[in-house]
């Protein structure tokens, strides 16, 4: 009787122990959750949790459960270090974010000097990765394209396709829509075409009249806009209301409903580019149906959001540690990584490689790949 009693002390001895060295890994997913860019967010958190889910479901990470923290910058550089010090505060080494290259760049610098993993999935600004590598940073990382890879496509595209018709490029002024035409401009006119006016815009305004009337005196005929879609919608709208129409072409932020909801039908035939449909690859099949089965499309950034959590528990488990250093050493070395993307790999800077663009078209409220 008394060995009995002895063995059960011992067995629950070992669960109780095995229990205690379990722990909650924290994930913080960064990204605009309020304000005009909300969207992206949602996408941010809606991939994450999915994939959090998933993970825990399957066992976690070596027996450890992942939790999500989701935290707010409205795309703000100030915030965006708020946040940063925050999420180092809370000894957090994880961060699946920020979504603008305006607050990753800065809110690098923070988990850099902490030795925090920042993994964004969505800034495209090659300044993040680059200022990283100069600075020995390891821990800044991408699990997106760079906006000079961008420009390389669609820069010679545009001066193929547009050379006899008069160009106009704008930006936003941020990091990632200057950046973006930037890009795009220097590869055009390396393609031997010249815009009839580069310009920038304040972003946020409500009333962008003034600007589309210049762009009528001019006589635009094709715009390219490095921006997000609130203010394109609002340009094409405001277009449309003094009988102008043109051209309109973009990047990556017009992937989704709210740009036609801003615009309506004067977004018809807005053409942007983003990466090959992620939702279309084999990989994703499964956790599309899965996101659909709750009414929700996973367009946008949400799958990359979901492969971020992948990379960050993938690193993890290879690491063997919860060390920010090692976990991007342990991604960069160690071959591919499967995600719902398909197979991605990082280069010496933290970057992703083997990029792919696609041309998309908005069409009666919904975009596709053109033909």
């Known amino acids: 009787m008394k060995a009995t009693i002895g063995c059960g002390v011992l067995v629950a001895a070992l669960v109780w122990g095995a229990a205690s060295r379990a722990e909650e890994i924290k994930i913080a997913v960064v990204g605009p959750m309020t304000g005009s860019l909300a969207v992206i967010g949602e996408q941010q958190k809606r991939g994450a949790d999915l994939a959090i889910q998933a993970i825990n479901a399957a066992g976690g990470v070596a027996g450890n459960k992942l939790v999500l923290d989701v935290e707010d910058d409205v795309c703000d550089p100030k915030q965006a270090v708020s946040v940063a010090n925050?999420?180092?505060?809370n000894q957090i080494k994880l961060v699946a974010g920020h979504a603008c290259s305006g607050s990753s760049i800065p809110a690098s610098a923070v988990y850099a000097d902490a030795g925090v993993l920042?993994?964004?999935p969505a800034s495209s600004n090659p300044k993040l990765t680059d200022e990283a590598a100069d600075?020995?940073?390891t821990t800044i990382m991408r699990l997106y394209g760079r906006d000079d890879t961008q420009g390389k496509y669609i820069g010679p595209w545009i001066a193929k396709?547009?050379?006899?018709?008069?160009i106009v490029i704008l930006h936003d002024k941020s990091a990632y829509g200057k950046g973006l035409a930037d890009a795009v401009k220097a590869n055009m006119n390396a393609a031997g075409v010249q815009e009839a006016l580069y310009d920038g815009i304040n972003p946020g305004e409500k009333d962008y009249t003034a600007e589309v009337s210049k762009l009528k005196a001019l006589g635009?005929?094709?715009v390219y806009f490095g921006g997000y879609h609130a203010e394109a919608g609002l340009i094409l709208r405001q277009s449309a209301d003094q009988g102008f129409k043109f051209q309109l072409m973009m990047g990556d932020s017009i992937a989704t409903p709210d740009f036609w909801a801003i615009s309506g039908p004067a977004g018809e035939g807005t053409m942007f580019t983003f990466p090959s449909d992620p939702r279309a690859r084999p990989s994703a099949k499964a956790v599309v149906d899965q996101f659909k089965a709750t009414g929700y499309d996973p367009e946008g950034f949400t799958l990359f959001s979901y492969a971020v959590v992948q990379a960050l528990a993938e690193g993890y488990k290879r690491a063997g540690k919860l060390d920010g250093p090692a976990i991007a050493k342990a991604l960069r070395a160690g071959g591919p990584v499967e995600t719902v993307l398909g197979?991605?790999?990082?280069d010496e800077k933290?970057?992703?490689k083997n990029n792919a663009y696609d041309?998309?078209?908005w069409h009666a409220g919904k975009y596709a790949k053109m033909q």
């Open 135 to 137: 600075k020995g940073w």
């Open 350 to 352: 933290g970057d992703l």
């Open 359 to 361: 041309i998309n078209i």
């Open 118 to 120: 920042m993994m964004t």
């Open 220 to 222: 635009a005929e094709f």
């Open 161 to 166: 396709n547009y050379k006899d018709k008069k």
């Open 343 to 346: 197979p991605v790999e990082f």
């Open 86 to 89: 925050r999420i180092v505060g």
